[in-house]
């Protein structure tokens, strides 16, 4: 099974315009993130793709691989889709540009996922970390999910889900974490689905699939790590790198 890893990188970002090459620590967050990818040792080949000059050369000038989007895309799916169509692979992990704290172990758990799934009833993995603080819950920043008994993604909101009617029933409440891994053909397939209205209307990807009737195992781990998603996400990860 030939794995390799993309890593979908715009410059522009509503949020927090061009956050990938704030500087990480001596160096921008792309490069932390793509030298993080390459440190787990699990894939044939690791790639940025982007629709960004600064961003290629940053990743080319500093010894790695990087692949120029060919047109615009709406979502990291299609981006990685388009460069990986003629890439001789099995499984495509897409690893956010702003996750530079990706690492080994996390990574691990979702590969697991495709080599105990003989029948391949699996389409995409992806990881999903507890979160108890209240602040967290309600932040539309944060994208929570809820799964049913065999981990299987139901449903993926920036509200709180499931909405705390009654605190005291014991309700685990779970972050997704940007981290995915495809069949190389479900991701394929993503890209010739139209989106439908709920995955336009949460702005989160992933629920296409779902609409789409894809199944997608989420995996638990306990590493929350910091996704980049704002300034105070940089002070944040500046205070954990030391």
Wanted: with cysteine; glycine share 4%.
């Amino acid at each position: 099974m030939k794995i390799i890893s993309m890593i979908p990188a715009r410059y522009s970002a509503s949020r927090f315009p061009g956050k990938l090459m704030q500087n990480l620590a001596g160096k921008s967050v792309i490069l932390r993130t793509y030298e993080a990818t390459v440190a787990t040792g699990l894939f044939s080949e690791v790639y940025v793709v982007t629709d960004s000059d600064i961003i290629f050369n940053e990743i080319v000038d500093n010894g790695g691989k990087a692949i120029m989007s060919k047109k615009e895309h709406h979502s990291g799916s299609d981006r990685i889709a388009e460069a990986v169509a003629d890439v001789d692979c099995d499984i495509v992990v897409n690893v956010q540009g702003d996750e530079p704290f990706t690492e080994r172990e996390s990574l691990c758990k979702v590969l697991e996922v495709f080599k105990d799934d003989v029948d391949e009833k699996i389409d995409l993995a992806s990881l999903m970390v507890e979160i108890t603080d209240w602040d967290e819950i309600n932040n539309p920043n944060t994208v929570k999910v809820i799964v049913d008994q065999d981990n299987f993604a139901l449903y993926f909101s920036r509200s709180p889900i499931p909405f705390p009617r009654d605190k005291n029933v014991g309700a685990r409440y779970f972050k997704h974490k940007g981290i995915y891994a495809f069949r190389k053909q479900a991701l394929l397939d993503f890209t010739v689905l139209p989106m439908q209205y709920i995955e336009a209307t949460e702005k989160i990807e992933c629920i296409r699939y779902l609409e789409y009737g894809k199944r997608i195992k989420m995996v638990e781990t306990e590493i929350q790590g910091v996704e980049i998603d704002t300034p105070e996400d940089l002070e944040k990860a500046k205070q954990l790198w030391k």
